[in-house]
């Protein structure tokens, strides 16, 4: 198995590390063998990127201890965890901003792969915590703080895009029923002035029927009439329905 070539060439691992270890970071995880403790984190996930970048923090058989970034020992992990605090600010704002399920989709993409990141993350420095002793403890708390903050934003975003398609499909209810309403009534309408067109048509059609010189009379009787159907079938109309 290669070695990991992330892992700074001058760092003497014991074999047995790096043979868990592997030719590639991996997972967040710590490695404990022969007195020597290794912790593998992820920093920020970027956008779209499959591999995540490792920070790795060694401490050696003699207590001392060494990263992979700049800084001396574990005092890399405030920049590290600060990185991870200024992220979820940026984040919050873009949550208070948020108006449709779009915003909120879009946030949800980036909130929660950091989510998974910090949540893995947590575990890792407890777990560390459990192997290097009390050194590691404002880490590990800082670390579970931006965890439950990191979850219950991504709660508040799942909650606001659930809000805002409910919101959305109870609009488009609301003009279905309207839409459905119009249609009665034109239905009503049609069903009253039915007969009375009907009988309007056959009336001017240029065909002989004898009322051409009827008495006025006759003419509203046809009229009401037809009327009185429209009625009936105005009737029948709002009974089906």
């Not at 670390?143 to 959305?168: P, S, W």
């Not at 309403?181 to 002035?193: S, T």
Request: hydrophobic residues 40%.
């Amino acid at each position: 198995m290669s070695r990991n070539k992330e892992i700074p060439s001058n760092w003497k691992l014991p074999e047995v590390i790096t043979n868990r270890l592997g030719s590639s970071a991996g997972r967040q995880r710590v490695i404990a063998e022969e007195g020597h403790i290794l912790v593998v984190l992820h920093q920020i996930p970027k956008d779209n990127a499959m591999h995540r970048e490792p920070l790795f923090l060694w401490r050696d058989a003699d207590y001392k201890w060494h990263s992979t970034e700049r800084g001396n020992g574990i005092a890399v992990l405030t920049d590290y965890l600060e990185r991870y605090e200024a992220l979820e600010e940026k984040l919050d704002q873009q949550y208070e901003k948020a108006v449709n399920a779009s915003d909120y989709f879009d946030l949800l993409e980036l909130v929660a792969p950091v989510q998974r990141s910090v949540k893995n993350m947590s575990n890792t420095l407890q777990a560390a915590r459990e192997a290097a002793g009390s050194e590691l403890i404002d880490f590990r708390d800082k670390a579970e703080e931006l965890q439950r903050h990191f979850e219950l934003l991504y709660i508040d975003c799942k909650n606001g895009l659930d809000y805002a398609v409910a919101k959305k499909a109870e609009e488009q209810s609301e003009l279905q029923k309207q839409a459905l309403q119009v249609g009665h009534r034109l239905n009503i309408i049609m069903a009253l002035f039915l007969p009375v067109t009907a009988a309007a048509s056959l009336l001017g059609m240029n065909i002989p029927h004898g009322l051409e010189t009827s008495s006025p009379w006759v003419f509203g009787s046809v009229v009401g009439i037809f009327g009185a159907l429209g009625l009936v079938m105005k009737y029948w109309v709002t009974k089906q329905s």
